[in-house]
């Protein structure tokens, strides 16, 4: 079964950056759209962003573009989430999600998630 861990988070201050990892065991995250999907307290989960298994195109939420870099590193079998200019508003748990799709979305159903790692950022 696909397993899928998460790595990275840690306590940040604002303005700073932090890179999220996110690994498979026992399969490639080749035959899959990944994508990184976060939870704050009181909040529902939202998508971050996504890169699709066709052609690598990625996608970004609206508070992600400009700050946050999805990428997959193929020989590691990871996929990454850089984040800078880190917000207070970022703090939250940081999902790592498979998808079936062969382009990504971030309104589609993920059919496995990792663990959930945590972000805080704070001063």
């Known amino acids: 079964q696909l397993q899928l861990v998460e790595s990275g988070g840690a306590l940040v201050q604002p303005g700073g950056s932090l890179r999220l990892s996110c690994t498979a065991s026992?399969?490639?995250?080749?035959?899959?759209?990944m994508g990184w999907f976060r939870q704050a307290p009181g909040k529902e989960r939202e998508g971050v962003s996504c890169?699709?298994?066709?052609?690598?195109?990625?996608y970004y939420s609206d508070s992600a573009k400009g700050r946050f870099t999805i990428s997959r590193d193929k020989v590691k079998n990871t996929v990454y989430l850089q984040m800078n200019s880190l917000k207070a508003e970022d703090t939250a748990v940081y999902y790592c999600?498979?998808?079936?799709?062969?382009?990504?979305?971030?309104?589609?159903?993920?059919?496995?998630w990792g663990q959930g790692t945590q972000v805080t950022v704070s001063s």
């Open positions: 890169i699709s298994r066709r052609d690598d195109r990625t």
């Open positions: 026992r399969f490639s995250l080749d035959y899959y759209s």
């Open positions: 999600a498979a998808m079936t799709n062969d382009y990504c979305s971030l309104e589609a159903s993920p059919t496995r």
